[in-house]
């Protein structure tokens, strides 16, 4: 069996696989997205296709709607010759459920895969067309945090940003860039609204895109190659809104497991491939079935009826209280905590963690114990539920091949606001954080991580950090099994309010937090004993 247009023709041998194939007619979805699109999203990668793509197929499945999306890529364009072209842009998505069974489906709602490349005249007149169509109502992204960064640490500009501004909207390379002349062809052409909407997972998405937009039109204006007028336009957010979201589906890597599962069952051309930009992708896509998406509810020149797809349209307020909700309660800092110690004590696999009785405890208490008395309630969604499902359901899911050390990269960037918040809730309700625990122990486990020494004494490589370096030379003279080598190391980092949103020695936990690092450095089986006495 091939997945292609033709392939799924045969419904027998794909239903006697247990693959459920499309209801409508993919090829005149396609034609009908192709003459006049209403949805584009850039960034095509996992999290759009079995997520995004299958918000578009259920709309298209109850009739509602009789259009896909556009897809386009920014920035890995062998994903486009690779991953949809020899597939007519189906998506065979994998639900990995915690039983231990899947639910498989082709997707056929991805219509068109274009590069977004101004060098190819070809693919930059299509997207010119595409935005010049007034009935176009949304632009989406999935493109991670980085790619709307235009600057530098030092506050510069990225070389290849300067680079696009130098340059104008004719030869735009980057996405931010890209986008910005695209609006401009709108305004040259229909002058019509769009909604521009970041999906990526990140605190104030909308806010974060609208602002590396607009500062390119300004740089733009600056060099004389827009005027006035296309400023108002973008800036205007009854024309052109940019509203706020937040997605949550763990989308890991494909996992060579579900291709052999899908090659045995007679599906063909299922292997990963890895791309020359390093994108670790397949034709299938696995992930988890719990999933929420919930979206500022601005759309200036209408929508799809999202809301039928399971998506929670709302206002920007409700959306920042569910994102703040899930990154500073319920998920992101459970995941942290066992990032962080899976990796001094040996796993691989994040699911095997929520076995380890002290590990299962220490979440438990960050999540249910410490951190919901000061969890915001988005009134949308349950905290409790939502952390309930996390706990019992998302992390122990033994078929998520999701790992400790893809979970610890960027940690530093990351642990502000997931202990951070809390922290300042607890100083701001009771005057001090003292009663806290979980959190200190999760801090503590994060700066004896740093080490890169795991509980038996042996070495371990850290993940990615933008600060690692300068991390590890705080806790200089720092040695395993030798706790006099602590001379007061943590000091500068812990009062780090840049790091941790908040002084934590004037919160009341930066001594317990060095104490708990003491008991860890120990020796030998320290990490595990400190765990166990404080839980």
Known sequence: ???????????????????????????????????????????????????????????????????????????????????????????????????????????????????????SRQAWSRLKEIFANPQLEMISFTITEKGYALRDAKGAFFPFIQSDIDNGPDKAVSAMAVVA????????????????????NCSHNGEKLRNSITEMVREWQKKGYVGQDFADYVNDENVISFPWSMIDKITPRPADSVAAALEQAGVEQMKPVITSKKTYIAPFVNAEGPQYLVIEDRFPNGRPQLEKAGVYMTDRDTVNKVERMKVTTCLNPLHTALAVYGCILGYNLIADEMKDKELSELVRRIGLVEGMPVVTDPGIISPEKFADEVLHVRIPNPFMPDTPQRIATDTSQKVGIRYGETIKAYVEKEGSAESLTAIPLAIAGWCRYLLGVDDNGESFELSADPMAEELKAQLDGVRFAEPSSYTGQLKNLLSNANIFGINLYEAGIGDKIEELFVEEIAGKGAVRATLKKYL
């Open 1 to 119: 069996m091939k997945l292609s247009i033709d392939g799924i023709k045969d419904k027998t041998a794909w239903e006697e696989a247990g693959i459920k194939l499309p209801a409508y007619d993919v090829r005149k979805v396609a034609e009908n997205t192709k003459a006049s699109p209403v949805w584009v999203h850039f960034g095509i990668g996992n999290i759009f296709r079995i997520f995004i793509g299958g918000i578009a197929d259920s709309l298209i499945e109850q009739g509602v709607s009789d259009k896909g999306i556009t897809c386009v890529e920014t920035f890995d364009f062998d994903v486009v010759d690779k991953i949809y072209e020899p597939f007519d842009n189906l998506v065979m998505a994998v639900t990995l459920k915690e039983d231990g069974s899947t639910d498989k489906r082709v997707l056929g709602s991805l219509t068109e895969a274009v590069k977004a490349q101004s060098a």
């Open 181 to 200: 002349a695209l609006l401009f062809e709108r305004f040259n052409t229909c002058k019509a609204p769009l909604a521009v909407v970041s999906m990526d």
